[in-house]
C-alpha cells in the first residue's frame, strides 16, 4: 500500500509531536476536508515510532458507543463475549465510571494518550467525563468548531489551539502533482488540470484528493474531461448574494423618496414601479428561505 | 449561461439603465452591451466569444472558467481600457459595454458555481443562496428564463427609446404632460434651427454647435418660461 501523500503539515506535526513531549493537550481546528483526521494519523503514525500507542476515538456521538470503545481500547486484553455483554448492559453513568476507574489505573503506570475526532459532535452531557479524562490522559483533539457552553469552555480552556489553514497554492498545486503521479493518470494538459483542481479547491486538501479521484485512471486525460470536470464542492466557498439584491431595491426605493423632492412625478411613479417589482422578488426569496428551513 | 441568455440580459440591463438616467439608447450602445455581455467568456474557448478570441485557451489554462474575468477586477481593467471611447465621445458604447459585463456577473451569480467577485478572494458570490433554486447551463430552467428574458427585451425596448417620461405621458393620457413633451420637443428643434441658422451665417463653429445646445438646454432648464418660445 502507498504512503498517504502529505504536504504543507510540516509545522503542524512538529508543533503536536513537540506538544506531545512537553504534555500539552491540544486542540486542532479547521473547517471540513482541511486534513484533521489526515494529520492525526500522521501524528499517531509518528507516536507509534517513538513507542507511545495512542488511542483513537473517531467520534464522541453517539456517546455510549465510544465510551466501550475508550473502555475496550485502554482495557488491552481481549474480553470474553460474557464480559462484553455486562458492559454493554450497564448505563451511560455506570459506564462512564467504570472507565475513569480503568482510566486511573493506567494513569498511575503511564499517562495515556487519548485522540478525540470530530470533537464538535461531543454532547454537553460528555462534559463531565471530559474534564476527568483531560486530568487523567494526555487529550489531543480535533473539530470544525467547538461548542462554547459553560461546561465545555472549562475542559476547552486547558487546551492549546492549533489553527488549520487551507494550502498555499504553490501546496495545493504539491500535492496535486503527487496525487496525479501516484495514480499514474495520462493527462493531455497537466498545467490546465492542476489550474482548474487548485483554482477551485481554494487550498482544501480533500478537495484537491476527490476531485483527483474522479479522473479516469485507464484513459489518457482530454482537455474536455479536465473542463468538465466535477470539482469536488468542499473547497468552494459561497457568499449569498442577497443582500446585494436587497440592497439594489432599497436604492429604488431610496430613489424615489429623491425623485418626490425633485418633484419628478414621472421618476416618482417608476421607482415606485420597480420597488414593487423588488418586493416580489423578495416575496420570491422569502419562500425559498422558509421552504429551505422547513425541510 | 449560454450567449444568447448573456447577451438577452445584457440589453435588457443597459436598456433599464439607460431609460432609468432619462437617455435614449442608441443602437451602438445596445450592441456594445450585447458584445460586453459576452465579454467574460473569454476564459474558455467553448464559449460563443472564446471561439473567435484565441487568447481564451491561454486563458483557461492560466486561470481557468469563471475565475479572473468573472470579478470586479476584471470589470475594473475593462473601464480602465476603454476609457479612449469617452475621448472619442462615444460614451453610451462606453457605459454599454461596461453594463454588459456588469449583466454577465449579475446573470452568472444565479449559476450553480456563482461568481469569485472579489477575486482573488476565493469566495464566490451566488444568488439565491439555495444551490438548487440556481440554474444550470443549457436546463430548462435556463430557457425559461431566456423566453422571459426576450420577452423583456421586446417589450422595453420602445420604452427606453421614447423615454419613461413619455411613457408616462401615453399611460397617463395627461393633456398637461403631453404640452410639455412637445414643449420640450419644439425646444429641441428651435434650439438645433438656431444654431444651423448661426453655423450658415458663419457666426458659429462647428465644434462650438454642442457648447451652445447645451447652454440653451441649460436655459430652458433654469427658466420652466422659456419653453412658450
Request: proline fraction near 6%.
Amino acid at each position: 500500500m502507498m504512503e498517504p501523500v502529505t504536504v504543507g503539515r510540516d509545522e503542524e506535526l512538529k508543533t503536536l509531536l513537540a506538544n506531545a513531549k512537553r504534555g500539552i493537550p491540544t486542540l486542532i481546528l479547521g473547517k471540513s476536508g482541511l486534513g484533521k483526521t489526515h494529520l492525526l494519523e500522521q501524528f499517531m503514525a509518528r507516536l507509534a515510532k517513538r513507542g507511545v500507542k495512542p488511542v483513537y476515538l473517531d467520534r464522541l456521538w453517539p456517546f455510549k458507543p465510544a465510551l466501550l470503545e475508550l473502555y475496550l481500547a485502554l482495557h488491552g486484553r481481549k474480553l470474553s463475549e460474557k464480559e462484553r455483554k455486562s458492559l454493554k448492559r450497564l448505563t451511560v453513568p455506570e459506564l462512564t465510571k467504570e472507565t475513569l476507574s480503568l482510566l486511573e489505573q493506567t494513569a498511575k503506570r503511564r499517562k495515556p494518550v487519548i485522540i478525540l475526532d470530530r470533537l464538535e459532535d461531543a454532547p454537553a452531557t460528555a462534559a463531565d467525563f471530559l474534564l476527568r479524562l483531560s486530568s487523567l490522559a494526555l487529550v489531543f483533539c480535533a473539530a470544525q468548531y467547538v461548542k462554547r457552553t459553560r461546561v465545555l469552555r472549562r475542559f476547552f480552556w486547558q487546551f492549546e489551539t492549533l489553527d488549520l489553514e487551507p494550502l498555499s497554492r504553490q501546496e495545493a498545486l504539491t500535492l496535486a502533482e503527487r496525487l496525479i503521479n501516484e495514480r499514474n493518470l495520462r493527462v493531455t494538459d497537466t498545467p490546465f488540470l492542476l489550474n482548474q483542481v487548485v483554482s477551485h479547491a481554494n487550498g482544501v486538501p480533500l478537495a484537491i484528493q476527490e476531485t483527483i479521484n474522479r479522473l479516469p485512471a485507464n484513459q489518457p486525460v482530454s482537455r474536455t474531461q479536465i473542463r468538465e470536470l466535477f470539482l469536488h464542492g468542499s473547497g468552494v466557498r459561497e457568499i449569498d448574494g442577497t443582500p446585494l439584491i436587497i440592497l439594489v431595491f432599497c436604492l429604488f426605493i431610496a430613489l424615489r423618496f429623491i425623485a418626490r423632492g425633485f418633484s419628478d412625478y414621472q421618476a416618482y411613479a417608476m421607482f415606485g414601479a420597480l420597488g414593487a417589482v423588488g418586493l416580489f422578488i423578495r416575496y420570491l426569496i422569502f419562500r425559498q428561505y422558509f421552504r429551505r428551513q422547513a425541510r | 449561461m449560454i450567449a444568447p441568455t448573456h447577451v438577452s440580459f445584457g440589453v435588457l440591463f443597459a436598456e433599464f439603465v439607460f431609460t432609468c438616467l432619462d437617455v435614449s439608447p442608441s443602437g451602438p450602445a445596445l450592441l456594445a452591451a450585447g458584445v460586453g455581455a459576452l465579454l467574460p467568456d473569454a476564459d474558455t474557448p467553448k464559449s460563443a466569444i472564446g471561439r473567435v478570441f484565441k487568447p481564451s485557451t491561454a486563458i483557461e489554462r492560466r486561470f481557468g472558467h469563471r475565475q479572473i474575468t468573472h470579478s470586479a477586477l476584471f470589470l475594473g481593467l475593462c473601464a480602465l481600457v476603454c476609457l479612449p471611447l469617452i475621448f472619442l465621445k462615444w460614451w453610451l458604447v462606453y457605459l454599454g459595454l461596461l453594463l454588459g459585463i456588469a449583466s454577465h456577473l449579475m446573470i452568472d451569480m444565479a449559476n450553480l458555481s456563482g461568481v469569485p467577485l472579489l477575486y482573488p478572494y476565493p469566495g464566490r458570490f451566488v444568488f439565491p443562496e439555495p444551490k438548487d433554486a440556481r440554474i444550470e447551463v443549457g436546463s430548462k430552467r435556463e430557457w425559461i428564463l431566456l423566453s422571459i428574458l426576450l420577452v423583456l427585451v421586446l417589450g422595453f425596448t420602445p420604452i427606453s427609446v421614447i423615454g419613461y417620461k413619455s411613457l408616462f405621458y401615453r399611460l397617463s393620457q395627461n393633456p398637461y404632460w403631453a404640452v410639455e413633451e412637445v414643449n420640450e420637443k419644439i425646444a429641441e428643434i428651435l434650439a438645433e434651427g438656431f444654431c444651423s441658422y448661426l453655423l450658415r451665417k458663419g457666426l458659429l463653429k462647428h465644434q462650438d454647435t454642442e457648447g451652445v445646445l447645451a447652454h440653451i438646454e441649460e436655459l430652458r432648464r433654469s427658466r420652466p418660461n422659456y419653453d412658450a418660445l
